[in-house]
């Protein structure tokens, strides 16, 4: 490919609105383009991407013996109805009526219909087990999209379903799958984590996510530094430890003005946030206040406090002005002690003593609380994330790091067999709902991560294995230089030639913008062609954030050549 005639609008500055890293290197590397909150197009450069990603997917997928098929984004909303899931899924799910009023909506993962489809298709146990899969769009309605196509409306998604007998052929292919997905993320260049996650409302099954590690990720991720476990942070058990301490400290009220954060109060009285108590005010079931008390320096588990039964789900903070107004509560200074309210400790904050907590009381604030003596020790839950430090279920210490969900495994059980009422003939004759799994890859949201994790200062810096093109063939002066531009064309010709994937920067701008936009799209090979070094039959070879040395021009292609199969057969 030539770069005088692609489509590459590489831009300098990105929008100021493109907070996260990878946002901004995919607008400014001229690989996608917003239409609106949270749907892109994707340019030239950014679909060549795409496909690559695709290409290692299907590849495993296909190893697994799943077969490709493609289902229509457009689902008819009666299906959501059968399954129970259309109140679940609440807003996220666009639902629209057609020319005849019917209820359709716009398909934001597949399991009604593929269901739907197996109980319509297949009869028998014989036919079993069967996995299918797509790479198809798929369409949320999220809340907030947010950092490109990190977390869009409309993404790029592989979704695979596969239909067992029992419960130990689900099992055995669901670990055929996390094999696949490891060896797919591994194809890729990308450092990640398998993590144990959340099995939802669903109870008992098992599901693994598949974590990206890089700052800009939404989950927190805590992964036992002396093993491979990695467990949803928000899922480790963070179990009591003991009882508080005897108290050391008089109760006393002190002035903290404005101060209504933890942070704020902490820095005012010069204290560490793991010496505070902190207050969540949410609704019971029943709509009541109920006040959940952490550490300060700890965070609510969302769904640990989904599990505890007091409390109304989905979970729903009360707001400032009706804490003010109804309940005649002071927010940002309320505090256990005297407090007419239902209390939750977490097990940590259980476990303070002479600490810091809201007086009830505006700019006032109390050190030297303790359980027992200023305030009944509360009702105890394990209600927090895992936080650095904390000891693993596995036996060693937590550290936390920041995962992109790149793709996430499920053993659904009969779930959706059940619900819809899909049947098959057991070898004695009788009927059993099959038992399923499903299996998800972010095929867009993989582009951002890899963006994430593989950059620096002037650009991207792609795997291989995704790299829109594998060598940037950059002639400097080949307007004015015959030589130059012959051995451009030649090594252009001899690289396509081998099958590897060149971008020839043949436009007639000045090296510096050639090599900034060059850096910008993060090809892992830059091959440089200038007068002087050809004078004595050298060009020069860059690996993209590496090392740079000449080598013949004539060896040029060989040794790229080399070089792409060594790094291919070693990711
Ligand atoms: P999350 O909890 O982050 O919303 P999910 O559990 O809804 O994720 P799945 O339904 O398992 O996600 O979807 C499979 C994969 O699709 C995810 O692992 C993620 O990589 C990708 N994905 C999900 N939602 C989005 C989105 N809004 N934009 C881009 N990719 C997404
Ligand atoms: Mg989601």
Not at 129 to 147: A, G, V
Not at 297 to 318: C, N, Q, W, Y
Not at 400 to 422: D, P, T
Not at 530 to 546: A, D, F, I, K, Y
């Amino acid at each position: 490919m030539r770069t005088s005639s692609y489509f590459l609008p590489t831009q300098r500055e990105a929008p100021a609105e493109a907070e996260a890293t990878s946002h901004r290197l995919m607008l400014r590397a001229g690989l996608v383009r917003r239409l609106a909150s949270g749907l892109y197009t994707w340019l030239p450069l950014g679909r060549r991407v795409l496909r690559l990603v695709e290409t290692v997917v299907r590849e495993e997928m296909d190893r697994t013996g799943a077969l490709e098929l493609l289902m229509p984004m457009v689902q008819p909303s009666e299906l959501w109805q059968r399954s129970g899931r259309r109140e679940d899924y609440g807003s996220e799910l666009l639902n629209f009526p057609d020319r005849h009023g019917q209820e359709y909506c716009l398909g934001p993962t597949h399991e009604e219909v593929i269901t739907a489809l197996i109980g319509q298709e297949l009869s028998s146990y014989r036919q079993l087990p069967l996995t299918l899969y797509q790479i198809s769009s798929k369409f949320r309605d999220e809340i907030r999209p947010r950092s490109g196509v990190m977390r869009a409306r409309e993404f790029l998604m592989k979704d695979a379903y596969s239909f067992h007998q029992d419960q130990g052929c689900l099992a055995r292919c669901y670990q055929a799958m996390h094999d696949a997905y490891s060896r797919i993320f591994t194809r890729l260049g990308l450092e990640y984590r398998i993590v144990e996650a959340d099995s939802g409302q669903i109870g008992g099954a098992i599901s693994h996510e598949f974590q990206v590690l890089a700052a800009a990720g939404e989950n927190a991720v805590a992964i036992d530094t002396t093993s491979n476990y990695a467990i949803a942070a928000e899922l480790a058990p963070c179990p009591a430890v003991g009882e508080p301490p005897p108290p050391s400290m008089a109760l006393q009220t002190v002035h903290t003005a404005d101060c209504h954060s933890i942070a704020a109060v902490c820095q005012h009285l010069n204290a560490a946030p793991e010496c505070a108590l902190k207050v969540l005010v949410v609704a019971a079931r029943g709509g009541d206040p109920i006040a959940l008390l952490l550490r300060g320096d700890h965070t609510l588990s969302a769904v640990k406090a989904g599990r505890a039964t007091e409390l109304e789900l989905p979970l729903r903070f009360i707001a400032a002005d009706e804490l003010r107004s109804r309940h005649n509560l002071q927010p940002g200074v309320i505090g256990p002690i005297g407090l007419k309210l239902p209390l939750i400790a977490d097990h940590a904050a259980a476990e303070l003593a002479d600490f810091i907590c809201g007086a009830n009381r505006q700019g006032h604030h109390y050190t030297g609380a303790n359980w027992g003596r200023d305030a009944p020790l509360p009702q105890r839950a394990d209600l927090r994330c895992a936080s650095q430090g904390d000891p693993a279920p596995s036996g060693g210490v937590l550290e936390i790091k920041r995962g992109i969900e790149v793709g996430h495994i499920f053993q659904l059980g009969q779930k959706y067999s059940i619900a819809m009422n899909a049947q098959l003939n057991a070898e004695d004759g009788s009927l059993f709902h099959p038992h399923m799994g499903c299996y998800g890859i972010g095929v867009s949201s993989i582009v951002a991560a890899a963006i994430e994790q593989h950059h620096d200062e002037t650009g991207i810096l792609w795997p291989i294995s995704m790299a829109p093109f594998q060598v940037a063939l950059v002639p400097l002066g080949h307007h004015r230089s015959a030589a130059v531009a012959e051995t451009a064309e030649r090594l252009y010709g001899e690289l396509e030639s081998r099958g590897i994937s060149v971008l020839l920067d043949d436009r007639a701008e000045r090296p510096g913008v050639k090599f900034a936009d060059m850096e910008l799209i993060g090809l892992p090979y830059l091959l440089v062609i200038g007068e002087r070094s050809l004078q004595h039959g050298m060009v020069e070879l860059r690996r993209r954030g590496g090392e740079e040395r000449e080598l013949p021009a004539e060896e040029a292609a060989a040794q790229l050549n080399a070089l792409l199969s060594n790094s291919i057969s070693t990711t």
